[in-house]
């Protein structure tokens, strides 16, 4: 089946260290996003790319850099992680052209700084 | 600014029709979508809305009014697999070229016997 992934599933780690989230498509869509989601605010957005090589920030993206050298993969960094980036991270992918646009997201990644 | 307002939590009993609400202010309206998320897994797209009315999926269906800003959910015949956060977002511009959504947060709903 077609999908999203993410790796690593859950990750630990400490402030100030560096971290990459990485996010996998097999559906073909061009475009892909990232998200955080914490108890109460929902999901929000932190980037988002339309192709390879496109970034563009979405609505809460201080503290975060994003990598999209493939179509199918795109990469989620904290350069230097802080406890309030202790969150749920899920990417998702949609394929311009479509009805209904709709996103599909990946099965998240639990990241906590301690 | 933006706003998308939905109910914290809802109790429902298990064969029963619940209605979850969801009211938006937003710059501009290109959809609303519902996603269904269970805890701790990915958000999983239910509906659609961009034209006001009723739209039916077995035994889900979601309903838009432009005007008053307002959306449904309405579950029927209720199972206990449908306890999961429903999401109420909205593709906040005409045209919809970015297709950002701003999503509210969430329903809690629990199925009970």
């Not at chain 1, 989230?21 to 073909?28: A, F, I, M, V, Y």
């Not at chain 2, 706003?3 to 710059?27: F, H, K, L, R």
């Not at chain 2, 501009?28 to 996603?35: D, E, H, P, S, V």
């Not at chain 2, 429903?86 to 511009?93: K, Q, S």
Request: glycine share 10%; charged share 20%.
């Amino acid at each position: 089946d077609a999908d999203v992934t993410q790796t690593p599933r859950n990750r630990i780690t400490k402030t100030g260290k560096r971290i990459m989230l990485e996010c996998s498509q097999t559906k073909g869509h061009d475009r892909m996003y990232w998200y955080r989601q914490d108890p109460g605010l929902g999901l929000r957005l932190i980037y988002y790319s339309f192709d390879v090589k496109d970034i563009n920030k979405g609505e809460i993206s201080d503290g975060y850099s994003v990598s999209r050298q493939a179509q199918a993969k795109f990469s989620l960094s904290l350069e230097s992680a802080i406890p309030n980036q202790t969150a749920l991270y899920f990417c998702a992918t949609s394929k311009t052209g479509t009805a209904v646009n709709e996103q599909f997201f990946g099965p998240g990644t639990r990241l906590t700084v301690l | 600014g933006q706003n998308i307002d939905q109910p914290t939590e809802m109790t429902a009993t298990e064969g029963a029709i619940v209605q979850i609400n969801c009211t938006y202010q937003t710059s501009g309206f290109n959809g609303l979508f519902w996603y269904q998320q269970h805890a701790g897994e990915a958000p999983t797209f239910l509906s659609y809305n961009v034209l006001d009315g009723l739209e039916e999926k077995g035994r889900f269906s979601s309903f838009l009014s432009r005007s008053k800003g307002y959306s449904y959910l309405l579950l029927k015949e209720l199972q206990m697999k449908d306890s999961a956060s429903y999401l109420c977002a909205v593709r906040d511009e005409y045209g919809g070229a970015t297709n950002k959504l701003i999503f509210g947060t969430g329903t809690l709903l629990a199925v009970q016997p």
